[in-house]
Protein backbone atom coordinates (compact mmCIF):
# COMPACT_ATOMS: atom_id res chain seq x y z
CA UNK A 1 0.00 0.00 0.00
CA UNK A 2 1.36 3.32 -1.09
CA UNK A 3 0.77 5.95 1.27
CA UNK A 4 0.28 9.92 -0.12
CA UNK A 5 1.55 12.19 1.82
CA UNK A 6 0.90 16.00 1.83
CA UNK A 7 2.77 18.42 -0.24
CA UNK A 8 6.31 19.48 1.74
CA UNK A 9 5.91 16.72 4.22
CA UNK A 10 9.34 15.78 4.70
CA UNK A 11 9.85 19.55 5.71
CA UNK A 12 6.72 20.02 7.92
CA UNK A 13 8.17 16.81 9.75
CA UNK A 14 11.73 18.43 9.62
CA UNK A 15 10.67 21.52 11.19
CA UNK A 16 8.66 20.72 13.83
CA UNK A 17 10.54 17.78 14.93
CA UNK A 18 13.69 20.43 15.13
CA UNK A 19 11.46 22.35 18.17
CA UNK A 20 10.68 25.61 15.27
CA UNK A 21 7.24 27.04 14.87
CA UNK A 22 5.95 27.31 11.87
CA UNK A 23 4.11 30.30 11.04
CA UNK A 24 1.60 32.07 9.07
CA UNK A 25 1.61 32.78 6.16
CA UNK A 26 4.15 30.09 4.45
CA UNK A 27 4.21 27.20 2.59
CA UNK A 28 4.50 24.80 4.96
CA UNK A 29 1.62 26.25 7.24
CA UNK A 30 -0.57 26.14 4.03
CA UNK A 31 0.25 22.45 4.17
CA UNK A 32 -0.78 21.69 7.99
CA UNK A 33 -3.69 24.33 8.23
CA UNK A 34 -5.06 22.61 4.81
CA UNK A 35 -8.96 20.75 6.13
CA UNK A 36 -7.45 17.58 4.88
CA UNK A 37 -4.13 17.69 5.95
CA UNK A 38 -4.49 19.25 10.06
CA UNK A 39 -6.15 16.05 11.23
CA UNK A 40 -3.54 14.00 9.29
CA UNK A 41 -1.05 15.56 11.44
CA UNK A 42 -2.17 15.51 14.31
CA UNK A 43 -2.42 12.03 14.16
CA UNK A 44 0.91 11.22 12.98
CA UNK A 45 2.77 13.47 15.59
CA UNK A 46 0.81 11.59 18.29
CA UNK A 47 0.87 7.80 16.81
CA UNK A 48 4.36 7.94 15.87
CA UNK A 49 5.91 10.32 18.35
CA UNK A 50 3.45 11.14 21.10
CA UNK A 51 3.95 14.74 20.77
CA UNK A 52 0.65 17.22 20.43
CA UNK A 53 0.60 19.02 17.45
CA UNK A 54 -1.09 22.73 18.44
CA UNK A 55 -2.45 24.45 15.06
CA UNK A 56 -3.40 27.89 15.97
CA UNK A 57 -4.62 30.44 13.15
CA UNK A 58 -1.05 32.29 13.70
CA UNK A 59 1.09 29.82 14.34
CA UNK A 60 1.94 25.46 14.47
CA UNK A 61 4.52 24.02 17.08
CA UNK A 62 4.66 20.71 18.53
CA UNK A 63 5.03 20.09 22.62
CA UNK A 64 5.87 17.03 24.67
CA UNK A 65 5.76 16.13 27.95
CA UNK A 66 9.27 16.01 28.75
CA UNK A 67 9.93 17.94 31.96
CA UNK A 68 13.46 17.87 31.43
CA UNK A 69 13.08 20.60 29.09
CA UNK A 70 14.41 23.73 30.24
CA UNK A 71 14.43 26.17 26.89
CA UNK A 72 10.44 26.95 27.38
CA UNK A 73 11.21 27.94 30.73
CA UNK A 74 14.15 29.98 29.27
CA UNK A 75 12.38 32.05 27.01
CA UNK A 76 9.36 32.29 28.99
CA UNK A 77 11.26 34.08 31.89
CA UNK A 78 13.17 36.05 29.49
CA UNK A 79 9.60 37.63 27.69
CA UNK A 80 8.04 37.68 30.94
CA UNK A 81 11.27 39.94 32.62
CA UNK A 82 11.06 41.97 29.35
CA UNK A 83 7.46 42.16 29.03
CA UNK A 84 7.41 43.41 32.60
CA UNK A 85 10.76 46.28 32.15
CA UNK A 86 8.80 47.58 28.59
CA UNK A 87 5.63 48.34 30.76
CA UNK A 88 7.48 49.93 33.64
CA UNK A 89 8.60 52.04 31.05
CA UNK A 90 5.09 53.28 30.17
CA UNK A 91 4.73 51.32 26.92
CA UNK A 92 2.45 48.69 25.91
CA UNK A 93 4.26 45.49 26.18
CA UNK A 94 1.81 43.86 23.78
CA UNK A 95 1.95 46.19 21.11
CA UNK A 96 6.19 46.59 21.46
CA UNK A 97 6.75 42.15 21.61
CA UNK A 98 3.81 42.73 18.38
CA UNK A 99 5.68 44.92 16.35
CA UNK A 100 8.34 46.91 17.62
CA UNK A 101 12.25 46.51 16.62
CA UNK A 102 14.67 45.13 19.28
CA UNK A 103 18.49 45.24 19.09
CA UNK A 104 20.83 43.80 22.07
CA UNK A 105 21.35 47.10 23.37
CA UNK A 106 18.24 47.34 24.20
CA UNK A 107 17.92 44.30 25.42
CA UNK A 108 20.59 44.84 28.12
CA UNK A 109 19.35 47.93 29.06
CA UNK A 110 15.99 46.30 30.15
CA UNK A 111 18.08 43.10 32.08
CA UNK A 112 20.72 45.34 33.36
CA UNK A 113 17.76 48.22 35.06
CA UNK A 114 15.89 45.40 36.31
CA UNK A 115 15.63 46.28 40.07
CA UNK A 116 12.32 43.79 40.57
CA UNK A 117 13.81 40.47 38.78
CA UNK A 118 17.79 41.06 39.37
CA UNK A 119 17.83 37.62 41.45
CA UNK A 120 16.39 35.55 38.69
CA UNK A 121 18.84 37.50 35.96
CA UNK A 122 21.64 36.33 38.11
CA UNK A 123 20.78 32.69 38.33
CA UNK A 124 19.67 31.89 35.04
CA UNK A 125 22.60 31.08 33.26
CA UNK A 126 20.53 32.01 29.76
CA UNK A 127 19.97 35.15 30.43
CA UNK A 128 22.65 36.44 33.07
CA UNK A 129 25.19 37.83 30.42
CA UNK A 130 25.11 39.79 27.25
CA UNK A 131 26.59 37.41 26.08
CA UNK A 132 24.17 34.56 27.04
CA UNK A 133 21.35 36.82 25.98
CA UNK A 134 22.76 36.98 22.11
CA UNK A 135 22.68 33.31 22.58
CA UNK A 136 19.37 32.86 23.80
CA UNK A 137 17.88 35.38 20.89
CA UNK A 138 20.01 34.51 17.98
CA UNK A 139 20.68 31.44 18.72
CA UNK A 140 18.17 29.63 20.25
CA UNK A 141 14.90 31.85 19.36
CA UNK A 142 16.11 32.57 16.17
CA UNK A 143 16.40 29.04 15.16
CA UNK A 144 12.76 27.97 16.51
CA UNK A 145 11.74 31.07 14.47
CA UNK A 146 10.26 32.97 17.75
CA UNK A 147 12.06 35.85 16.42
CA UNK A 148 13.56 37.47 12.84
CA UNK A 149 16.70 38.98 12.42
CA UNK A 150 16.88 41.78 10.68
CA UNK A 151 20.23 43.71 9.97
CA UNK A 152 21.25 44.59 13.49
CA UNK A 153 17.67 44.29 14.46
CA UNK A 154 15.22 41.81 15.36
CA UNK A 155 11.29 41.33 15.59
CA UNK A 156 9.51 38.64 17.24
CA UNK A 157 7.19 36.51 15.24
CA UNK A 158 3.97 35.72 16.58
CA UNK A 159 5.26 32.56 18.26
CA UNK A 160 5.96 35.09 21.02
CA UNK A 161 1.89 34.89 21.86
CA UNK A 162 2.20 31.40 23.18
CA UNK A 163 4.17 32.33 26.07
CA UNK A 164 1.50 35.36 26.35
CA UNK A 165 -0.86 33.02 26.47
CA UNK A 166 0.69 30.73 28.66
CA UNK A 167 0.59 33.86 31.28
CA UNK A 168 -2.98 33.86 30.94
CA UNK A 169 -3.44 30.32 31.36
CA UNK A 170 -1.26 31.04 34.87
CA UNK A 171 -3.53 33.18 36.08
CA UNK A 172 -6.92 31.45 35.49
CA UNK A 173 -5.90 28.26 36.37
CA UNK A 174 -4.94 30.23 39.96
CA UNK A 175 -8.31 31.95 39.82
CA UNK A 176 -9.83 28.16 39.31
CA UNK A 177 -7.99 26.59 42.51
CA UNK A 178 -8.99 30.06 44.23
CA UNK A 179 -12.75 29.74 43.88
CA UNK A 180 -12.48 25.42 44.68
CA UNK A 181 -11.19 26.18 48.06
CA UNK A 182 -14.01 27.14 50.17
CA UNK A 183 -14.57 30.32 51.62
CA UNK A 184 -13.38 30.51 55.50
CA UNK A 185 -15.30 32.43 58.12
CA UNK A 186 -13.21 34.20 59.92
CA UNK B 1 -20.48 89.24 50.86
CA UNK B 2 -17.50 90.25 48.62
CA UNK B 3 -16.82 93.53 48.41
CA UNK B 4 -14.40 93.94 45.93
CA UNK B 5 -15.12 94.68 41.84
CA UNK B 6 -15.74 91.69 39.57
CA UNK B 7 -12.84 92.57 37.41
CA UNK B 8 -10.57 92.97 40.54
CA UNK B 9 -11.43 89.83 41.07
CA UNK B 10 -10.99 88.70 37.48
CA UNK B 11 -7.99 89.83 37.47
CA UNK B 12 -6.75 88.26 40.74
CA UNK B 13 -7.29 85.00 39.05
CA UNK B 14 -5.79 86.07 35.87
CA UNK B 15 -2.81 87.14 37.51
CA UNK B 16 -2.21 84.06 40.17
CA UNK B 17 -3.81 81.31 37.68
CA UNK B 18 -0.67 79.42 38.25
CA UNK B 19 -0.81 79.12 41.81
CA UNK B 20 -4.59 78.37 41.24
CA UNK B 21 -3.98 75.74 39.37
CA UNK B 22 -2.20 74.09 41.68
CA UNK B 23 -4.36 74.46 44.36
CA UNK B 24 -7.77 72.98 42.41
CA UNK B 25 -4.90 69.72 41.02
CA UNK B 26 -4.29 69.43 44.85
CA UNK B 27 -8.17 69.45 45.58
CA UNK B 28 -9.00 66.95 42.32
CA UNK B 29 -6.26 64.67 44.18
CA UNK B 30 -6.91 64.90 47.40
CA UNK B 31 -10.17 66.40 47.71
CA UNK B 32 -8.71 69.09 50.51
CA UNK B 33 -5.87 71.65 50.32
CA UNK B 34 -3.71 71.26 53.40
CA UNK B 35 -2.55 74.14 55.28
CA UNK B 36 1.21 72.86 55.24
CA UNK B 37 0.89 72.37 51.25
CA UNK B 38 -1.19 75.77 51.02
CA UNK B 39 1.99 77.98 52.63
CA UNK B 40 4.45 76.15 50.52
CA UNK B 41 2.63 76.84 47.37
CA UNK B 42 2.15 80.54 48.24
CA UNK B 43 6.02 80.36 49.00
CA UNK B 44 7.33 78.77 46.12
CA UNK B 45 5.32 81.30 44.16
CA UNK B 46 6.88 84.35 46.37
CA UNK B 47 3.49 86.41 46.73
CA UNK B 48 1.24 87.12 49.84
CA UNK B 49 -2.19 86.53 48.35
CA UNK B 50 -3.77 84.67 51.61
CA UNK B 51 -6.19 87.34 52.13
CA UNK B 52 -7.51 87.75 48.83
CA UNK B 53 -8.21 83.83 48.43
CA UNK B 54 -10.67 84.27 51.71
CA UNK B 55 -11.51 87.68 51.08
CA UNK B 56 -12.65 86.68 47.43
CA UNK B 57 -14.25 83.73 48.79
CA UNK B 58 -12.64 81.51 46.21
CA UNK B 59 -11.23 79.42 49.32
CA UNK B 60 -13.16 78.06 52.52
CA UNK B 61 -11.76 76.87 55.46
CA UNK B 62 -12.64 73.80 56.87
CA UNK B 63 -11.66 72.62 59.94
CA UNK B 64 -7.67 72.36 59.75
CA UNK B 65 -7.93 72.21 55.65
CA UNK B 66 -8.90 74.22 53.00
CA UNK B 67 -11.31 74.04 50.05
CA UNK B 68 -11.72 75.95 46.65
CA UNK B 69 -15.45 76.30 46.79
CA UNK B 70 -17.63 75.23 44.25
CA UNK B 71 -17.92 77.98 41.98
CA UNK B 72 -14.95 78.38 41.30
CA UNK B 73 -13.79 74.71 41.12
CA UNK B 74 -16.60 74.37 38.67
CA UNK B 75 -15.23 77.18 36.80
CA UNK B 76 -11.26 75.48 36.96
CA UNK B 77 -12.36 72.31 35.94
CA UNK B 78 -14.21 73.39 32.95
CA UNK B 79 -11.93 76.05 31.44
CA UNK B 80 -8.85 73.17 32.51
CA UNK B 81 -11.36 70.60 30.97
CA UNK B 82 -10.37 68.39 33.85
CA UNK B 83 -13.73 67.16 35.39
CA UNK B 84 -13.68 64.82 38.13
CA UNK B 85 -16.01 61.54 37.11
CA UNK B 86 -18.66 61.62 39.04
CA UNK B 87 -20.12 58.24 40.72
CA UNK B 88 -23.11 56.75 38.90
CA UNK B 89 -25.06 57.61 42.00
CA UNK B 90 -24.47 61.04 41.80
CA UNK B 91 -25.57 61.24 37.83
CA UNK B 92 -28.99 59.08 38.70
CA UNK B 93 -30.13 61.43 40.46
CA UNK B 94 -30.59 63.57 37.70
CA UNK B 95 -32.54 60.10 36.30
CA UNK B 96 -34.70 60.66 39.25
CA UNK B 97 -35.33 64.23 39.01
CA UNK B 98 -35.94 64.23 35.35
CA UNK B 99 -38.49 61.60 35.40
CA UNK B 100 -40.78 62.76 38.50
CA UNK B 101 -40.63 66.08 36.94
CA UNK B 102 -42.39 64.22 33.71
CA UNK B 103 -44.90 62.56 36.31
CA UNK B 104 -45.64 65.64 37.86
CA UNK B 105 -46.07 67.34 34.13
CA UNK B 106 -48.37 64.55 33.23
CA UNK B 107 -50.63 64.34 36.30
CA UNK B 108 -51.19 68.37 36.53
CA UNK B 109 -51.36 68.86 32.88
CA UNK B 110 -54.45 70.60 33.00
CA UNK B 111 -53.86 71.91 36.52
CA UNK B 112 -51.97 75.49 37.34
CA UNK B 113 -50.61 76.67 34.13
CA UNK B 114 -47.66 78.55 35.97
CA UNK B 115 -46.49 75.86 38.00
CA UNK B 116 -46.47 74.00 34.17
CA UNK B 117 -44.38 76.48 32.95
CA UNK B 118 -42.07 76.47 35.64
CA UNK B 119 -42.19 72.52 35.91
CA UNK B 120 -41.13 72.27 32.08
CA UNK B 121 -38.31 75.04 32.69
CA UNK B 122 -37.28 72.89 34.99
CA UNK B 123 -37.56 69.77 32.94
CA UNK B 124 -35.43 71.40 30.13
CA UNK B 125 -32.54 72.61 32.70
CA UNK B 126 -32.13 69.30 34.39
CA UNK B 127 -32.07 67.76 30.75
CA UNK B 128 -29.15 69.82 29.77
CA UNK B 129 -27.56 69.41 33.43
CA UNK B 130 -27.44 65.81 33.16
CA UNK B 131 -25.84 65.70 29.26
CA UNK B 132 -23.36 67.93 30.33
CA UNK B 133 -22.34 65.12 33.33
CA UNK B 134 -22.33 62.62 30.87
CA UNK B 135 -20.41 64.64 28.54
CA UNK B 136 -17.66 65.12 31.21
CA UNK B 137 -18.07 62.04 32.82
CA UNK B 138 -17.51 59.71 29.14
CA UNK B 139 -14.04 62.31 28.67
CA UNK B 140 -12.93 62.23 32.01
CA UNK B 141 -13.31 58.43 32.08
CA UNK B 142 -11.44 58.70 28.73
CA UNK B 143 -8.69 60.63 29.73
CA UNK B 144 -8.37 58.75 32.82
CA UNK B 145 -8.00 55.49 31.03
CA UNK B 146 -5.40 56.17 28.51
CA UNK B 147 -3.51 57.63 31.04
CA UNK B 148 -3.71 54.82 32.59
CA UNK B 149 -3.04 52.41 29.55
CA UNK B 150 -0.05 54.20 28.87
CA UNK B 151 0.41 53.93 32.24
CA UNK B 152 1.99 57.73 32.78
CA UNK B 153 1.82 57.39 36.42
CA UNK B 154 4.24 54.81 36.61
CA UNK B 155 2.58 52.54 38.59
CA UNK B 156 2.64 49.23 39.29
CA UNK B 157 1.07 46.94 37.58
CA UNK B 158 -0.85 45.28 40.16
CA UNK B 159 -2.08 48.97 41.12
CA UNK B 160 -2.96 49.21 37.51
CA UNK B 161 -5.03 46.12 37.48
CA UNK B 162 -6.82 47.53 40.36
CA UNK B 163 -7.62 51.06 38.53
CA UNK B 164 -8.98 48.95 35.73
CA UNK B 165 -11.15 47.14 37.30
CA UNK B 166 -12.25 49.92 39.84
CA UNK B 167 -12.91 52.13 37.03
CA UNK B 168 -15.02 49.42 34.90
CA UNK B 169 -16.88 48.21 37.86
CA UNK B 170 -17.58 51.38 39.99
CA UNK B 171 -18.20 54.23 36.48
CA UNK B 172 -18.45 52.87 33.46
CA UNK B 173 -20.56 49.75 33.68
CA UNK B 174 -22.59 51.92 35.86
CA UNK B 175 -22.90 54.70 33.44
CA UNK B 176 -22.85 52.58 30.52
CA UNK B 177 -26.34 51.30 32.56
CA UNK B 178 -27.57 54.70 32.81
CA UNK B 179 -27.33 55.30 29.15
CA UNK B 180 -27.45 52.07 27.27
CA UNK B 181 -30.08 52.87 24.00
CA UNK B 182 -30.94 49.06 24.21
CA UNK B 183 -31.64 48.81 27.98
CA UNK B 184 -35.55 49.72 28.20
CA UNK B 185 -34.77 51.00 31.92
CA UNK B 186 -32.13 53.35 31.10
CA UNK B 187 -32.37 57.18 30.73
CA UNK B 188 -32.45 57.16 27.03
CA UNK B 189 -35.65 55.31 26.81
CA UNK B 190 -37.17 57.88 29.81
CA UNK B 191 -35.88 60.41 27.56
CA UNK B 192 -37.81 58.79 24.19
CA UNK B 193 -41.09 58.63 26.25
CA UNK B 194 -41.08 61.78 27.22
CA UNK B 195 -39.86 63.59 23.90
CA UNK B 196 -42.93 61.63 22.16
CA UNK B 197 -45.36 63.25 25.18
CA UNK B 198 -43.53 66.38 24.44
CA UNK B 199 -44.40 66.12 20.98
CA UNK B 200 -48.04 66.01 20.78
CA UNK B 201 -47.94 68.48 23.59
CA UNK B 202 -45.98 71.23 21.37
CA UNK B 203 -48.52 70.53 18.36
CA UNK B 204 -52.08 70.24 20.15
CA UNK B 205 -51.75 71.93 24.27
CA UNK B 206 -54.06 74.46 23.92
CA UNK B 207 -52.21 77.37 25.40
CA UNK B 208 -49.62 79.11 23.16
CA UNK B 209 -47.19 79.96 25.93
CA UNK B 210 -46.86 76.27 27.08
CA UNK B 211 -47.26 74.75 23.53
CA UNK B 212 -43.77 76.67 23.10
CA UNK B 213 -42.37 75.85 26.09
CA UNK B 214 -43.02 72.61 24.81
CA UNK B 215 -41.75 73.02 21.53
CA UNK B 216 -38.13 74.29 23.29
CA UNK B 217 -37.99 71.00 25.63
CA UNK B 218 -38.71 68.81 22.66
CA UNK B 219 -36.19 70.37 20.57
CA UNK B 220 -33.45 69.99 23.56
CA UNK B 221 -34.89 66.46 23.76
CA UNK B 222 -34.02 65.72 20.28
CA UNK B 223 -30.57 66.84 20.76
CA UNK B 224 -30.41 65.28 23.93
CA UNK B 225 -31.34 61.46 22.00
CA UNK B 226 -28.67 62.53 20.01
CA UNK B 227 -26.08 62.89 22.73
CA UNK B 228 -26.59 60.44 24.35
CA UNK B 229 -26.39 57.89 21.18
CA UNK B 230 -22.81 59.34 20.85
CA UNK B 231 -22.07 58.87 24.54
CA UNK B 232 -22.97 55.37 24.64
CA UNK B 233 -21.31 54.74 21.36
CA UNK B 234 -17.83 56.19 23.11
CA UNK B 235 -18.73 54.19 26.05
CA UNK B 236 -19.03 50.28 23.64
CA UNK B 237 -16.96 50.96 21.10
CA UNK B 238 -13.87 52.93 22.96
CA UNK B 239 -14.23 53.29 26.84
CA UNK B 240 -14.99 49.14 27.25
CA UNK B 241 -12.90 47.99 24.99
CA UNK B 242 -9.73 50.46 26.24
CA UNK B 243 -10.49 49.10 29.57
CA UNK B 244 -11.38 45.62 28.93
CA UNK B 245 -7.56 45.76 26.97
CA UNK B 246 -5.86 46.86 30.11
CA UNK B 247 -7.70 44.09 32.13
CA UNK B 248 -6.25 41.90 29.78
CA UNK B 249 -2.65 43.33 29.42
CA UNK B 250 -2.74 43.17 33.01
CA UNK B 251 -3.68 39.57 33.22
CA UNK B 252 -0.80 38.49 31.24
CA UNK B 253 1.55 40.66 33.26
CA UNK B 254 0.00 39.05 36.28
CA UNK B 255 0.51 35.77 34.97
CA UNK B 256 4.08 36.53 34.23
CA UNK B 257 4.58 38.02 37.55
CA UNK B 258 3.15 34.80 39.27
CA UNK B 259 5.61 32.38 37.18
CA UNK B 260 8.61 34.68 38.01
CA UNK B 261 7.75 35.73 41.47
CA UNK B 262 6.48 31.99 42.23
CA UNK B 263 9.56 30.13 40.98
CA UNK B 264 7.96 28.36 38.48
CA UNK B 265 11.05 29.40 36.13
CA UNK B 266 13.28 26.98 37.46
CA UNK B 267 10.46 24.32 39.68
CA UNK B 268 10.75 20.93 37.30
CA UNK B 269 7.09 19.96 38.65
CA UNK B 270 6.78 23.73 36.32
CA UNK B 271 2.90 23.43 35.16
CA UNK B 272 4.24 24.91 31.62
CA UNK B 273 3.35 22.86 28.74
CA UNK B 274 6.76 21.74 27.06
CA UNK B 275 7.99 22.95 23.63
CA UNK B 276 9.74 20.13 21.57
CA UNK B 277 13.53 20.05 22.21
CA UNK B 278 15.42 19.65 19.32
CA UNK B 279 14.68 16.28 18.12
CA UNK B 280 17.74 13.96 17.94
CA UNK B 281 18.45 11.58 15.16
CA UNK B 282 19.09 8.36 16.24
CA UNK B 283 18.21 6.11 13.44
CA UNK B 284 21.01 3.99 11.63
CA UNK B 285 22.97 5.15 9.17
CA UNK B 286 23.10 3.86 5.00
CA UNK B 287 27.13 3.57 5.71
CA UNK B 288 26.35 2.34 9.10
CA UNK B 289 28.72 -0.99 8.33
CA UNK B 290 31.43 0.85 6.99
CA UNK B 291 32.09 3.10 9.36
CA UNK B 292 31.94 0.25 12.06
CA UNK B 293 34.44 -1.11 10.01
CA UNK B 294 36.55 1.59 9.94
CA UNK B 295 36.18 2.22 13.93
CA UNK B 296 37.56 -1.52 14.90
CA UNK B 297 40.62 -0.55 11.94
CA UNK B 298 41.95 1.59 13.43
CA UNK B 299 43.14 -0.73 16.78
CA UNK B 300 44.12 -3.35 14.30
CA UNK B 301 46.16 -1.04 12.33
CA UNK B 302 48.38 0.54 15.23
CA UNK B 303 51.98 0.05 14.91
CA UNK B 304 54.43 -1.07 17.52
CA UNK B 305 55.45 1.95 19.49
CA UNK B 306 59.28 3.35 20.63
CA UNK B 307 58.99 5.42 22.93
CA UNK B 308 62.76 7.14 23.25
CA UNK B 309 64.51 6.86 26.63
CA UNK B 310 65.19 10.85 27.69
CA UNK B 311 67.69 9.09 30.46
CA UNK B 312 70.11 7.52 26.96
CA UNK B 313 73.40 6.33 27.68
CA UNK B 314 75.01 8.19 24.58
CA UNK B 315 77.25 11.09 25.60
CA UNK B 316 76.37 14.33 24.39
CA UNK B 317 78.56 15.97 21.70
CA UNK B 318 80.72 19.68 22.76
CA UNK B 319 81.35 22.17 20.76
CA UNK B 320 85.59 22.06 21.75
CA UNK B 321 86.55 25.59 20.06
CA UNK B 322 90.24 25.01 20.94
CA UNK B 323 90.47 21.57 19.70
CA UNK B 324 88.55 21.85 16.61
CA UNK B 325 90.79 24.62 15.48
CA UNK B 326 93.93 23.24 16.38
CA UNK B 327 92.72 20.46 13.86
CA UNK B 328 91.48 22.78 11.19
CA UNK B 329 94.94 24.96 11.48
CA UNK B 330 96.34 21.37 10.85
CA UNK B 331 94.13 20.34 8.29
CA UNK B 332 95.04 23.40 6.15
CA UNK B 333 94.48 24.31 3.53
CA UNK B 334 91.00 22.64 3.38
CA UNK B 335 89.40 22.76 0.20
CA UNK B 336 86.13 22.25 0.88
CA UNK B 337 85.28 23.28 4.78
CA UNK B 338 81.50 22.02 4.89
CA UNK B 339 83.46 18.53 3.67
CA UNK B 340 86.00 18.67 6.57
CA UNK B 341 83.36 19.47 8.74
CA UNK B 342 81.28 16.34 8.35
CA UNK B 343 84.41 14.23 8.05
CA UNK B 344 85.97 15.64 11.49
CA UNK B 345 82.82 14.90 13.32
CA UNK B 346 81.61 11.53 11.87
CA UNK B 347 85.30 10.63 13.10
CA UNK B 348 83.89 10.78 16.65
CA UNK B 349 81.12 8.52 15.74
CA UNK B 350 78.71 11.03 16.14
CA UNK B 351 75.36 11.56 14.11
CA UNK B 352 75.82 15.11 12.13
CA UNK B 353 72.76 17.63 12.95
CA UNK B 354 72.46 21.01 11.81
CA UNK B 355 72.96 22.63 15.02
CA UNK B 356 76.46 20.75 15.05
CA UNK B 357 77.16 21.87 11.95
CA UNK B 358 76.55 25.97 12.47
CA UNK B 359 78.58 25.70 15.64
CA UNK B 360 81.45 24.16 13.60
CA UNK B 361 80.74 27.62 11.15
CA UNK B 362 81.91 29.59 14.07
CA UNK B 363 85.81 28.18 13.22
CA UNK B 364 85.33 30.74 10.09
CA UNK B 365 85.21 33.73 12.96
CA UNK B 366 88.83 32.98 14.21
CA UNK B 367 91.63 35.49 13.19
CA UNK B 368 94.43 33.21 11.26
CA UNK B 369 92.81 31.79 8.30
CA UNK B 370 91.60 33.02 5.04
CA UNK B 371 88.47 32.18 3.59
CA UNK B 372 88.06 31.46 0.09
CA UNK B 373 84.74 31.51 -2.25
CA UNK B 374 84.34 29.15 -4.84
CA UNK B 375 81.42 30.69 -6.57
CA UNK B 376 79.75 26.94 -6.27
CA UNK B 377 77.82 25.37 -4.03
CA UNK B 378 76.86 22.35 -2.81
CA UNK B 379 73.53 20.65 -2.22
CA UNK B 380 73.84 18.77 1.61
CA UNK B 381 71.03 16.71 3.03
CA UNK B 382 71.58 16.45 7.22
CA UNK B 383 69.32 13.02 7.60
CA UNK B 384 69.12 12.88 11.11
CA UNK B 385 66.83 16.16 11.10
CA UNK B 386 65.78 15.73 7.34
CA UNK B 387 66.91 18.89 6.56
CA UNK B 388 68.19 20.20 3.36
CA UNK B 389 70.88 22.97 3.07
CA UNK B 390 72.28 24.75 -0.08
CA UNK B 391 75.61 25.79 1.10
CA UNK B 392 78.74 27.27 -0.77
CA UNK B 393 81.83 25.84 -1.19
CA UNK B 394 84.44 27.35 1.13
CA UNK B 395 88.30 27.02 0.68
CA UNK B 396 90.47 27.80 3.87
CA UNK B 397 93.99 28.39 3.87
CA UNK B 398 96.57 29.94 6.77
CA UNK B 399 96.43 33.86 6.95
CA UNK B 400 100.39 34.44 6.30
CA UNK B 401 100.33 37.79 7.65
New interface residues.
Given amino acids: MKIEYPKYHYDVVKS ?4 KFILFPGKLYKTISEAENKEFYIDFFQESFG ?1 ELIVETEYV ?9 K ?3 D ?3 F ?3 L ?2 EI ?2 E ?5 EELNSSFFNLERINLYFENSHS ?1 NE ?1 IT ?2 KQISSPESRKSLIYNTMLK ?1 NIIEKMGDNFQFTKAHK ?1 F ?1 N ?6 E ?2 SEEESTYPQQSV | MIKAEPKTILSFIHQHFDLLKELFLAQSKNNSIDYEFLNNEIEKYGVEIKTQLFEYHILKNINDEYQITDVYYNLFEFILQQFKPLLPEEIEKYVQSITNLFIKIKEDINKDKNILIERIDSLTSEIDKFLSQIKNNTSSLLVKSRDL ?4 D ?1 ID ?1 QEKIHKASFWIDYYIIPLNNIIDIHNSESIYNILLNISEYTNEKRLNFQDENIRLKFERLYNRLKQALIDIRQQSEILVNELIPLIERIK ?2 N ?10 SKG ?3 K ?12 RDNVFSNDFELSTKEYFEQFQLEEEVFINDDNHSFEEWVFDKHKYKERMIEALPIQNFFEWTINEIKSENIDLNTNQYFTMVSLLFEKDINIEYQNKYEKIIIEKDNTELKIPVLKITKDEN
Fill in positions: LLDGYYLISENTDETSRIMTISISYDKGKNFIWIENRVLFALELIKE | KANINYTESILKGMHHYLLWYKDSPQKELLQKF
